[in-house]
């Protein structure tokens, strides 16, 4: 089905009278539609999030190995760490990159012993479901040598907070490494 031109871009009706300029008309049309399309297609490529057949570009761009067998999904996702991992780290930078990864509201706390603290925040009552060897492989890369990265843990005030009780324990047995592991947003030093 072909595209309908804007009425701006039309040739008036009484040039389709002719035969032969109605096949020019619509090789014409039907060249000009392609090629805006072919041009879409390029602009799509200068964006991470909109890049398809780009994708290795900006893998290249950043220094990451292609790896087609990964969905687009997870190969944007990628080079956007990648792309935020470049230039100065500031406390900003590793909050955008922390929310972005996890989907959570966070704070970084520096604290005075050469070490900054992430935690997440969360509008409701419940504990995060983070990835946190994800967040610090990620934070470890960009943040400066010399400083200690620690993603603040769960309280009992924490666990108290969302409801849990003991008689959850007891119908869930589990230990503390289960469930800190499982429950926990913070990682070992």
Same mark, same amino acid.
């Given at each position: 089905?072909? *595209? ?14 002719? *035969?032969? &300029?109605?096949?020019?008309? =619509?090789? @014409?049309?039907?060249? &000009?539609? =392609? ?11 200068? $964006?991470?999030?909109? !890049?398809?057949?780009? @994708?290795?570009?900006? =893998?290249?761009?950043?220094?990451? +190995?292609?790896?087609?067998?990964? /969905? ?27 929310? &972005?990864?996890?989907?959570?509201? !966070? ?8 070490? #900054? /603290?992430?935690? #997440?925040?969360? *509008?409701?009552?419940? @504990? ?20 200690? #990265? ?16 003991? +008689?959850? $324990? =007891? ?11 499982? #429950? ?6």
């Amino acid at each position: 089905m072909r *595209e309908t031109l804007p009425e701006r871009e039309r040739v008036p009706a009484y040039h389709y009278a002719c *035969e032969q &300029s109605k096949a020019i008309i =619509e090789t @014409l049309a039907d060249a &000009s539609l =392609e090629a805006k399309a072919a041009l879409e297609d390029v602009i799509d490529q200068f $964006f991470v999030d909109t !890049a398809t057949w780009g @994708l290795r570009l900006w =893998e290249q761009q950043v220094g990451i +190995q292609t790896d087609a067998s990964l /969905s687009q999904a997870a190969r944007r996702a990628a080079i956007k760490q990648k792309l935020v991992a470049s230039g100065n780290t500031t406390a900003e930078m590793v909050r955008g990159l922390a929310e &972005s990864i996890t989907g959570y509201e !966070a704070r970084v706390i520096v604290n005075g012993d050469y070490s #900054f /603290s992430l935690e #997440f925040l969360g *509008e409701a009552n419940t @504990l995060a479901d983070i990835n946190v060897e994800e967040v610090r492989s990620i934070v470890e890369q960009i943040k400066p040598a010399h400083l200690r #990265f620690v993603i603040s843990g769960l309280t009992w005030a924490d666990v108290e907070s969302v409801g849990l009780i003991w +008689q959850w $324990f =007891e119908d869930n047995p589990t230990t503390w490494a289960e469930f800190d592991a499982k #429950f926990c947003v913070h990682a070992k030093n």
